[in-house]
């Protein structure tokens, strides 16, 4: 069974601050791994996404994660905050299977904060 | 490419009532997905389609929760008596078999009075 720990369910940085979003995941199999953002009553927006390959990926909006197997961790970062980036981010696992991706299991989520 | 649609985008019903939610996928996706998010929680897979087949359904679906696909296509999410408890966001996603990414429609929100 694989699960998501999202450390942080609030977070506040300055604007202009780095951003650091922390996900452990635990997975019987090499994992793929997801960031989605969630702005209020909306659907969620893919940000990156690790399948295999090169361990450090680039998402849309200036966000970067790296995939350390050894930590089991998928941490978000983005070097400099805009008041855009407020929103809840959610990191998602998924176990790879001959047909693609399948469901996806969700941690719960951290909420961002811009301060001004 | 419009993305994916839910309708209704809100829903409020007396408990006891059915409601009746729709999915309609990114056109060439034949796969369809169903998630649940309660508040202050990230979604929770419910059931997904391959074509019209529903290939695997969560312990979250209980027997007032079907889901057809009937051709393919759009999807429909019934809730049959409902209860203060199904108050969530039914979030709808698609993708092409093979594929990795998930798209996602922007839900519809159920309140169960």
């Known amino acids: 069974a694989q699960s998501v720990t999202q450390l942080g369910s609030h977070v506040s940085v300055s604007e202009g601050a780095l951003v650091l979003l922390r996900c452990n995941y635990s997975s019987s199999v090499p994992p793929y791994l997801f960031w989605y953002v969630q702005y209020p009553n909306q659907g969620l927006q893919l940000l990156l996404k690790y399948t295999t390959g090169a361990t450090l990926v680039k998402g849309i909006n200036g966000f970067e994660a790296e995939f350390k197997k050894s930590e089991t961790s998928f941490h978000l970062t983005k070097p400099s905050a805009h008041m855009s980036d407020a929103a809840e981010y959610f990191c998602?696992?998924?176990?790879?299977?001959?047909?693609?991706?399948?469901?996806?299991?969700f941690g719960t989520g951290t909420r961002l904060t811009i301060i001004p | 490419d419009t993305g994916v649609s839910q309708d209704p985008r809100h829903k409020i019903t007396k408990r006891g009532q059915n409601v009746t939610f729709r999915c309609d996928p990114i056109s060439e996706h034949n796969r369809l997905y169903w998630y649940r998010q309660t508040l202050g929680q990230g979604p929770e897979f419910l059931t997904y389609f391959q074509n019209e087949a529903q290939l695997e359904k969560s312990r979250l679906l209980s027997d007032r929760f079907s889901a057809e696909r009937p051709k393919g296509s759009f999807s429909t999410l019934e809730i049959q008596r409902t209860e203060q408890g199904d108050s969530a966001m039914y979030l709808c996603a698609s993708s092409l078999v093979g594929g990795v990414e998930q798209y996602f429609g922007p839900g519809t929100r159920l309140t169960v009075t």
């Open positions: 998602a696992v998924s176990e790879p299977t001959n047909f693609g991706n399948e469901k996806l299991t």
